[in-house]
């Protein structure tokens, strides 16, 4: 008979967890607010000699040396704006903390279980290998950044 009455109980939203969102582009982002050290203004930025084009260079966040990669260049965009300055969004990896430089941060949100999506089909090749989720919320999608695999720039080699 519990388990009778327990069936009857409406189902609760399920939220799938909170992400810490962003703009790159037209595009919007989450990262898992879990792996969101800080959000920060513009830092000045040291180049690094023969780096991959998309690390912009490294930043010193209080003693600690932080890669900053440009996700307008990780996902193959246009250069911003001549004025228009990015913000740095230091997420911690397995490898310590990385800085994305984004066009913009947006706010922390839940997202809704039954709004989660497959990545679309038309997304570039590139930036459809750094999405492993999407939602579908009321007036955009918003694409979840595997953060692991938006900061591994080496190659896969072949085993």
Known sequence: MATKTAAMRPEPVQTCGQFATFFVADLFFGVDVLRVQEVL???QMTRVPQAPEVIEGLINLRGQIVTAIDMRRRLGLPPRAGG????????????????????????????????????????DRGARE??????????????????????????????
């Open 84 to 123: 228009q300055t990015p913000m740095n969004m230091v997420v911690r990896t397995e490898d310590g903390a990385v800085s994305l430089l984004v066009d913009e941060i947006g706010d922390v949100l839940d997202v809704d279980a039954a709004t989660h999506e497959q990545p679309p089909e038309n997304l």
């Open 41 to 43: 203004r513009f830092q």
């Open 130 to 159: 750094l999405i492993r989720d999407v939602y579908k919320l009321k007036d955009r999608l918003l694409l979840i950044l595997d953060a692991e695999r938006t900061v591994d720039l080496v190659p896969e080699r072949a085993a």
